[in-house]
Nanobody, 123 residues
């Protein structure tokens, strides 16, 4: 599995960004996927996950109501729509998959990581 995240950048507080993660390798439609982020000096944290068919999503409390995860299996792509961005959302964002077990939204529950994309939110 190869995962390539894109769409990061610099945005003002209150703004929006949409991240994309293009997957290749193992059949994309067979696995759950997610997004994590890592801020400077902090551990990588879970943000959002989506099942293989997009039927179920799960979010960390810190982003619930502001971020939306979705996927387009025809394009082998997972998205993260981020609205109402705050300076504390500044981090490197990583897509992840497969998630080894639905419900285990931890770093050790991820089989592959994509290269991160930097998101910087200015105040």
């Amino acid at each position: 599995v190869q995962l390539q995240a894109s769409g990061g950048g610099l945005v003002q507080a209150g703004g929006s960004l949409r991240l994309s993660c293009a997957a290749s390798g193992r059949t994309f439609t067979t696995y759950n996927a997610g997004w994590f982020r890592q801020a400077p000096g902090k551990e990588r944290e879970f943000l959002a996950a989506i099942t293989w068919n997009g039927a179920i999503t799960h979010y960390a409390n810190s982003v619930k109501g502001r971020f939306t995860i979705s996927r387009d299996n025809a394009k082998n792509t997972v998205y993260l729509q981020m609205n109402s961005l705050k300076p504390e959302d500044t981090a490197v964002y990583y897509c992840a998959g497969p998630l080894l077990r639905w419900g285990v939204f931890e770093n050790h529950g991820v089989e592959y990581w994509g290269k991160g994309t930097q998101v910087t939110v200015s105040s």
